[in-house]
């Protein structure tokens, strides 16, 4: 990732890193978004929600070191934080 966001500085200067994070911001969004929707979007609220828990506290969404794309993730978080 931190190699994709260089490669944008250098051919574009910081406006083109800045467009390229919005972009996978918002890509990421809309992958959130749609999980979300996926879960709640069933006439049974409460059947609904007991299956986002279910997922959550199945730990199927944490980030650990064991996920392949970890190093990744790390580094978009250091960056965020700058």
């Not at 890509?27 to 409460?46: C, I, M, Q, T």
């Not at 299956?51 to 970890?70: C, V």
């Amino acid at each position: 990732m931190g190699a994709r966001f260089a490669e944008d500085e250098a051919a574009g200067g910081v406006a083109r890193r800045k467009a390229t994070m919005d972009e996978l911001t918002a890509l990421v969004r809309r992958s959130g978004e749609a999980a979300v929707n996926a879960w709640l979007d069933h006439p049974d609220k409460l059947q609904a929600c007991r299956f986002a828990i279910a997922i959550i506290e199945s730990g199927a969404y944490d980030i650990s070191p064991k996920l392949p794309m970890y190093d990744e993730h790390e580094s978009l978080v250091q960056w965020a934080q700058q």
